[in-house]
Protein backbone atom coordinates (compact mmCIF):
# COMPACT_ATOMS: atom_id res chain seq x y z
CA UNK A 1 0.00 0.00 0.00
CA UNK A 2 1.35 3.57 -0.63
CA UNK A 3 -0.02 7.18 1.20
CA UNK A 4 -1.34 7.66 -2.20
CA UNK A 5 -3.79 4.70 -2.83
CA UNK A 6 -7.91 5.49 -1.50
CA UNK A 7 -9.47 3.10 0.71
CA UNK A 8 -12.79 2.26 0.87
CA UNK A 9 -14.32 2.48 4.29
CA UNK A 10 -17.68 0.47 3.78
CA UNK A 11 -20.09 -1.60 5.36
CA UNK A 12 -19.31 -5.22 5.84
CA UNK A 13 -21.71 -7.74 3.76
CA UNK A 14 -21.94 -11.63 3.69
CA UNK A 15 -19.42 -11.78 0.74
CA UNK A 16 -16.57 -10.31 2.75
CA UNK A 17 -16.69 -12.54 5.58
CA UNK A 18 -13.93 -14.86 3.86
CA UNK A 19 -11.64 -12.75 3.99
CA UNK A 20 -12.61 -11.39 6.77
CA UNK A 21 -12.60 -14.27 8.60
CA UNK A 22 -8.97 -14.80 6.91
CA UNK A 23 -7.33 -11.67 8.18
CA UNK A 24 -8.88 -12.14 11.72
CA UNK A 25 -7.37 -15.22 12.21
CA UNK A 26 -3.99 -13.39 11.92
CA UNK A 27 -5.12 -10.94 13.83
CA UNK A 28 -6.43 -12.05 16.66
CA UNK A 29 -5.55 -14.92 19.45
CA UNK A 30 -9.05 -16.09 19.91
CA UNK A 31 -10.32 -15.24 16.37
CA UNK A 32 -14.01 -14.92 15.80
CA UNK A 33 -16.34 -17.67 13.34
CA UNK A 34 -17.92 -17.14 10.20
CA UNK A 35 -21.27 -17.35 12.36
CA UNK A 36 -20.10 -14.37 14.63
CA UNK A 37 -19.60 -12.26 11.95
CA UNK A 38 -22.84 -13.22 10.26
CA UNK A 39 -24.58 -12.01 13.34
CA UNK A 40 -23.14 -9.11 13.31
CA UNK A 41 -24.20 -8.47 9.58
CA UNK A 42 -27.92 -9.45 11.02
CA UNK A 43 -28.03 -6.24 13.42
CA UNK A 44 -28.81 -4.51 10.54
CA UNK A 45 -28.33 -0.31 11.57
CA UNK A 46 -28.20 -1.86 15.27
CA UNK A 47 -24.61 -2.70 14.56
CA UNK A 48 -21.57 -1.46 13.00
CA UNK A 49 -19.83 -3.69 10.73
CA UNK A 50 -17.33 -2.69 8.22
CA UNK A 51 -14.32 -2.96 6.27
CA UNK A 52 -11.15 -0.96 4.99
CA UNK A 53 -10.43 -2.57 1.45
CA UNK A 54 -7.59 -1.22 -0.62
CA UNK A 55 -8.94 -1.76 -4.51
CA UNK A 56 -6.98 -4.60 -6.00
CA UNK A 57 -5.35 -5.49 -2.90
CA UNK A 58 -8.55 -6.82 -0.70
CA UNK A 59 -9.76 -6.04 2.92
CA UNK A 60 -6.51 -5.28 4.89
CA UNK A 61 -8.87 -4.22 8.01
CA UNK A 62 -12.20 -4.71 9.62
CA UNK A 63 -14.31 -3.24 12.99
CA UNK A 64 -17.72 -4.74 14.56
CA UNK A 65 -19.58 -3.10 17.02
CA UNK A 66 -23.10 -2.49 18.65
CA UNK A 67 -24.79 -0.53 20.27
CA UNK A 68 -26.76 -1.55 24.19
CA UNK A 69 -28.49 1.61 25.06
CA UNK A 70 -25.94 4.53 25.04
CA UNK A 71 -22.77 3.40 25.17
CA UNK A 72 -20.93 1.72 22.25
CA UNK A 73 -19.22 -1.84 22.45
CA UNK A 74 -16.59 -2.82 19.98
CA UNK A 75 -16.47 -6.13 19.95
CA UNK A 76 -13.32 -6.84 17.28
CA UNK A 77 -11.22 -5.03 15.52
CA UNK A 78 -8.44 -6.00 13.50
CA UNK A 79 -5.63 -4.22 10.54
CA UNK A 80 -3.35 -6.49 8.22
CA UNK A 81 0.22 -6.61 9.89
CA UNK A 82 1.80 -4.78 7.50
CA UNK A 83 -0.32 -1.82 7.88
CA UNK A 84 -0.94 -1.45 11.70
CA UNK A 85 0.49 2.07 13.14
CA UNK A 86 -0.36 3.89 9.90
CA UNK A 87 -3.21 5.32 11.55
CA UNK A 88 -6.03 3.43 9.72
CA UNK A 89 -6.80 1.82 13.20
CA UNK A 90 -7.38 4.94 14.31
CA UNK A 91 -9.25 5.84 12.07
CA UNK A 92 -11.39 3.04 12.03
CA UNK A 93 -12.36 3.29 15.74
CA UNK A 94 -13.10 7.26 15.12
CA UNK A 95 -15.50 6.36 12.39
CA UNK A 96 -17.42 4.64 14.55
CA UNK A 97 -17.39 6.92 17.19
CA UNK A 98 -18.89 9.24 15.43
CA UNK A 99 -21.44 6.89 14.15
CA UNK A 100 -22.13 6.00 17.88
CA UNK A 101 -22.46 9.39 18.74
CA UNK A 102 -24.86 10.32 16.35
CA UNK A 103 -27.24 7.37 17.37
CA UNK A 104 -27.14 8.78 20.82
CA UNK A 105 -24.20 6.83 22.40
CA UNK A 106 -22.60 8.79 25.34
CA UNK A 107 -19.70 5.88 26.29
CA UNK A 108 -17.57 3.43 24.55
CA UNK A 109 -16.34 0.31 25.76
CA UNK A 110 -14.42 -2.59 25.04
CA UNK A 111 -11.97 -5.94 26.43
CA UNK A 112 -8.70 -5.59 24.87
CA UNK A 113 -5.50 -8.58 26.04
CA UNK A 114 -3.54 -7.33 28.61
CA UNK A 115 -0.48 -7.99 26.43
CA UNK A 116 -1.79 -6.04 23.84
CA UNK A 117 0.50 -2.67 24.14
CA UNK A 118 -0.03 -1.88 20.43
CA UNK A 119 -3.75 -1.97 20.77
CA UNK A 120 -3.55 -0.32 24.67
CA UNK A 121 -1.41 2.44 22.99
CA UNK A 122 -4.22 2.80 20.42
CA UNK A 123 -6.75 3.37 22.86
CA UNK A 124 -5.27 5.76 25.04
CA UNK A 125 -4.58 8.18 22.11
CA UNK A 126 -8.45 7.59 21.43
CA UNK A 127 -9.46 8.55 24.87
CA UNK A 128 -10.01 5.52 26.58
CA UNK A 129 -8.54 4.47 29.97
CA UNK A 130 -8.62 1.28 31.71
CA UNK A 131 -11.36 1.18 34.70
CA UNK A 132 -11.13 -2.70 35.15
CA UNK A 133 -9.34 -6.05 34.45
CA UNK A 134 -11.50 -9.29 33.63
CA UNK A 135 -9.02 -12.45 34.85
CA UNK A 136 -8.83 -15.14 32.51
CA UNK A 137 -10.99 -13.63 29.90
CA UNK A 138 -9.43 -15.53 26.90
CA UNK A 139 -9.92 -18.95 26.25
CA UNK A 140 -6.98 -19.76 24.18
CA UNK A 141 -4.89 -18.88 26.86
CA UNK A 142 -6.27 -17.58 29.92
CA UNK A 143 -4.93 -14.26 29.35
CA UNK A 144 -6.81 -11.59 31.63
CA UNK A 145 -8.42 -8.54 29.67
CA UNK A 146 -8.34 -5.19 30.36
CA UNK A 147 -11.98 -3.09 30.54
CA UNK A 148 -11.34 0.10 28.38
CA UNK A 149 -14.35 2.79 28.99
CA UNK A 150 -13.68 6.32 26.46
CA UNK A 151 -16.38 9.34 27.45
CA UNK A 152 -17.32 10.22 23.75
CA UNK A 153 -19.17 13.17 25.36
CA UNK A 154 -15.98 14.83 25.76
CA UNK A 155 -14.88 14.30 22.21
CA UNK A 156 -12.35 13.58 20.56
CA UNK A 157 -8.85 14.02 21.78
CA UNK A 158 -6.63 15.98 20.47
Known amino acids: ?6 LDWRRMDEA ?5 FVLDHHCQGHPWTPGNFREELARG ?13 GIVGYLCAWLVAD ?11 ELRRKGLGFGMVSQAHGWAV ?26 YRKVGV ?10 DAFLLLCDLAAGAPA
Open 1 to 6: MTDSVQ
Open 16 to 20: DIPAV
Open 45 to 57: DSGYARVLEEPGV
Open 71 to 81: ELHIGTLGVDA
Open 102 to 127: HRGARLAHLEVRASNAGALALYAKLG
Open 134 to 143: RTSYYVDNGE
